[in-house]
Nanobody, 117 residues
């Protein structure tokens, strides 16, 4: 059982930056991967960035490559999504995801990111 608390969302001008945080508590052992998803109004939830813990490899959606960076601080049990060069199209609710080695998914509550033009 893992609980996730997200923070760092807000309102930013186009071209600006935000860093989202995802603090994990509970049983953080046997985590297979962590990631960030987003859901814009009226749209399906889509993957943004994924980090595989064992191999330390990352995967990014084409729409955010070169602008977003996923990272983690193991000592703090916290994951991050650094978002640079933000565009209005990035406006969405962003969700942190942890997937256990048993392939169980745990979601954060979501944090709103709004990019104004």
């Amino acid at each position: 059982q893992v609980q996730l608390v997200e923070s760092g969302g807000g309102l930013v001008q186009a071209g600006g930056s935000l860093r989202l945080s995802c603090a994990a508590s509970g049983n953080t052992f046997s985590i297979n991967a962590m990631g960030w998803w987003r859901q814009a109004s009226g749209k399906e939830r889509e993957p943004v960035a994924l980090m595989f813990i064992d191999g330390a490899s990352t995967i990014y959606a084409d729409s955010v490559k070169g602008r977003f960076t996923i990272s983690r601080d193991n000592a703090k049990n916290t994951g991050y999504l650094q978002m640079n060069s933000l565009k209005p199209e990035d406006t969405a609710v962003y969700y942190c995801l942890i997937r256990s080695e048993a392939l169980l998914d745990y979601w954060g509550q979501g944090t709103q990111v709004t990019v104004s033009s």
